[in-house]
């Protein structure tokens, strides 16, 4: 089935019938972006925005809840909220991700290793504590020490 474009209302999202193979979108009409994806068994309210990062559109697509968990008039007031964050160009993915997940946590270096990675970028040759195998980054691995030792934001 093609996509649809109409006003969201719980009404409207009621009578959608469930997706026959695959899934389909159903945007809305009022708030460019707000969607609902309808699959096999359950609905789910969708955004979708861009937003920019360093010179490129970038875009974000998120769930916003589930059909029967808010209103479409709750879930649409989460939308836009959700997308001003999109437009003010922080991803609002990223402060929903909880720690120990699935996201990739980054170990940063203390004041003391900071200025040592600092010292090893501008001596790439010669180290004063010993190289990367000195005591100050000692019982870390390889590959982080070679991650912060070529990273510039240190």
């Known amino acids: 089935m093609t996509d649809l474009r109409l006003a969201l209302t719980d009404r409207a999202v009621a009578s959608l019938e469930p997706a026959s193979s695959d899934q389909y ?3 809305d009409t009022d708030l460019p972006g707000f969607m609902v994806l309808v699959g096999k068994r359950q609905k789910t309210f969708v955004v979708q925005g861009e937003r920019r ?5 970038l ?4 769930k916003v809840a589930e059909v029967g968990e808010l209103t479409t008039r709750a ?9 001003g964050k999109i437009a003010n160009g922080i991803d609002p993915r990223a ?16 004041e003391s290793e900071r200025g040592h990675v600092i010292e090893h970028k ?24 070679a991650l912060r030792s070529w990273t510039s934001i240190f």
């Not at 990062?53 to 559109?57: P, Q, T």
């Not at 875009?59 to 998120?62: A, F, L, N």
């Open 59 to 62: 875009s974000v697509r998120m």
């Open 53 to 57: 990062k360093a010179g490129r559109r």
């Open 25 to 27: 979108f159903a945007r």
């Open 95 to 110: 402060s929903t991700r909880k720690p120990g997940g699935d996201a990739a946590e980054v170990d940063l270096p203390s």
């Open 75 to 83: 879930a649409r007031a989460k939308a836009k909220d959700i997308l």
């Open 122 to 145: 501008r001596n790439a040759a010669i180290c004063r504590n010993g190289g990367m195998t000195c005591g100050r980054l000692s019982g870390q691995s390889p590959r982080l020490q």
